[in-house]
Nanobody, 123 residues
Framework: QVQLVESGGGSVQAGGSLRLSCAAS????????MAWFRQAPGNRREWVAT???????DYADSVKGRFTISRDDAKITLYLEMSGLKPEDTAMYYC?????????????????WGQGTQVTVSS
């Protein structure tokens, strides 16, 4: 059973930076697709970024140029570097994994989810 545990959330002022981490269990493989999603109160969970095992990255337009997704397969860890944070980035951030070699920005594509880490950006 794959387990995902996020960390690194917190409260920052607008313009600040945070780095989120997602530690995956040993049952993941280097070819798995991994992603970040987020959900603000009262909103649907939305896609943020994805990365394939080959390192292909894709981002939602709202975070492009400000967020960077990466993975360290030796540590079995996914990261999300966030800079230029805005109040509208405030949300619970979730790590997700699909046991497939390609990625898609759709909730139903992902089988495994973490419990989330809260990011709050104040103006």
């Amino acid at each position: 059973q794959v387990q995902l545990v996020e960390s690194g959330g917190g409260s920052v002022q607008a313009g600040g930076s945070l780095r989120l981490s997602c530690a995956a269990s040993e049952y993941t493989t280097r070819s798995d697709c991994m992603a970040w999603f987020r959900q603000a109160p009262g909103n649907r969970r939305e896609w943020v970024a994805t990365i394939t095992g080959d390192g292909f990255r894709d981002y939602a337009d709202s975070v492009k140029g400000r967020f960077t997704i990466s993975r360290d397969d030796a540590k079995i860890t996914l990261y999300l570097e966030m800079s230029g944070l805005k109040p509208e980035d405030t949300a619970m951030y979730y790590c997700a994994l699909a046991r497939l070699r390609w990625c898609e920005p759709h909730l139903n594509f992902y089988t495994y989810w973490g419990q989330g880490t809260q990011v709050t950006v104040s103006s």
